[in-house]
């Protein structure tokens, strides 16, 4: 099994280009989430999904937007960037609320 | 609001030592509590998930223990190794069906020969 792969692993923008991170998963879990990871400030979630169909906010959505319409799949969009937004991404999968989670090795990208 | 705090931030050791990394969490009602590793520039690999029913988990030279009713919870590495350098994190998921994580910023271990 592949586990979580996110693509790409780097990424440089430039302030006001939109982009999609794709995550995907071969496990067949439902829960998805979104994490943003920044020097001091620990792991953020952004957005997440408990099944095909179903997204919420988390901590920090504001500039991102997600869907889920499979199972396997949890693309973020980043609709304008913003230098703010210059992070390392990491995309997280689980079968349900009460297994461990997997996380995929990260993006990290640079908005100049 | 759940809030993860993590002690000590760094920690330096020659190899060999026991020791033993701290996590406190505000809010006891928790599903689970997970331990992970992160190597530079890498992403999360989970150690040791423990349920809110459990005492302790263990894996090789790692047991984590956790005491929900005073929101703790420990990661105890036996005989360190320089290649257990790393940094360790720990995530609470809180008691709801969400399936949200509420991380700690991590403890930077270093572990020296």
């Known amino acids: 099994n592949a586990g979580v792969t996110q693509t790409p692993k780097f990424q440089v923008l430039k302030t006001g280009q939109s982009m999609t991170l794709q995550c995907a998963q071969d496990?067949?879990?439902?829960?998805m989430s979104w994490y943003r990871q920044d020097p001091g400030m620990g792991l953020r979630l952004i957005h997440y999904s408990v099944g095909a169909g179903i997204t919420d906010q988390g901590e920090v959505p504001n500039g991102y937007n997600v869907s889920r319409s499979t199972t396997e799949d949890f693309p973020l969009r980043l609709l304008s960037a913003a230098p703010s937004q210059t992070s390392v991404y990491f995309c997280?999968?689980?079968?349900?609320?009460?297994?461990?989670?997997?996380f995929g090795s990260g993006t990290r990208l640079t908005v100049v | 609001k759940q809030e993860v705090t993590q002690i000590p931030a760094a920690l330096s050791v020659p190899e060999g030592e026991n020791l033993v990394l701290n996590c406190s969490f505000t809010d006891s009602a928790i599903y689970n509590l997970q331990w992970f590793r992160q190597d530079p520039g890498k992403g999360l690999t989970s150690l040791l998930l423990i349920q809110s029913s459990q005492r302790e988990q263990t894996s090789g030279r790692l047991n984590a223990s956790l005491d929900k009713s005073s929101g703790r919870s420990t990661l105890y590495i036996a005989a360190s190794q320089p290649g257990d350098s790393a940094t360790y994190l720990c995530a609470v998921n809180r008691g709801s069906t969400l399936g949200r994580l509420y991380f700690g910023r991590g403890t930077q271990l270093t572990v020296w020969p």
């Open positions: 496990m067949n879990h439902e829960y």
């Open positions: 997280a999968s689980s079968l349900d609320y009460r297994t461990g989670y997997t």
